[in-house]
Nanobody
């Protein structure tokens, strides 16, 4: 499985970006997909997951601003990011896993496949 993350860039505070994660080599349909991010000098942190049943889960600091969604026909998951803040500046990674129990969706080790990351910079 290969994951391709894209859509990052430079945006002003308050702006929006949509990140895309596309899989090749297998179908997304039955998988759990997550977005993580890593800011300079910090550990990677989980921010959102969409499970195989399309249930969505979010880090509190992005809830109401970010939306994760999936298009199984396109083998693609999106992260719509609105009202961006400078503290959202990070490299964003998508990750895919199978049969992840609910209590583990925030754990990096639960995911088997990772994209290469896409840089989001929020700055005026």
């Amino acid at each position: 499985v290969q994951l391709q993350a894209s859509g990052g860039g430079l945006v002003q505070p308050g702006g929006s970006l949509r990140l895309t994660c596309t899989a090749s080599g297998r179908t997304f349909r039955s998988t759990t997909v997550a977005w993580f991010r890593q800011a300079p000098g910090k550990e990677r942190e989980w921010i959102a997951t969409i499970r195989y049943n399309s249930y969505e889960y979010y880090l509190d600091s992005v809830k109401g601003r970010f939306t994760i969604s999936r298009d199984n026909a396109k083998n693609t998951v999106y992260l719509q990011m609105n009202s961006l803040k400078p503290e959202d500046t990070s490299v964003y990674y998508c990750a895919v896993g199978d049969r992840i129990i609910l209590s583990a969706i925030r754990e990096e080790t639960a995911y088997d496949y990772w994209g290469q990351g896409t840089l989001v910079t929020v700055s005026s």
